[in-house]
């Protein structure tokens, strides 16, 4: 099993009702998505962190992840709802399970 975060810095002056619904159309999007489990996305509550919204979901293998990644409506959320007031993004991909040899998540 694999954690998939990804982090986003907004671009400044990104409304507050924009990042509300960017976190309604991620959920919606995740949750159309067979490969994603345990979604979660949100805004940044520490004032020192510049990564202002994030993604997470926890997928089988990297094989599902990839899968994900180049699903027509998760392309269509990247394009369509982020894109636009996003200045960076930084993912990062985890093994959860203990003892499982990363050459085959």
Avoid: W
């Avoid at 979604?39 to 990839?66: V, Y």
């Amino acid at each position: 099993m694999v954690h998939y975060i990804s982090l986003y810095k907004l671009k400044p002056g990104t409304p507050d009702d924009v990042l509300e619904s960017m976190i309604r159309e991620s959920r919606s999007c995740f949750h159309k998505t067979a490969e994603a489990h345990n979604f979660r996305s949100g805004r940044n509550i520490d004032a020192n962190n510049a990564f202002a919204f994030f993604l997470s979901a926890d997928f089988e293998n990297l094989e599902k992840l990839k899968m994900f990644q180049d699903d027509p409506i998760y392309i269509r959320f990247e394009s369509k709802v982020i894109k636009e007031y996003i200045d960076e993004r930084r993912e990062l991909v985890y093994e959860t399970e203990p003892g499982k040899n990363t050459e085959f998540s």
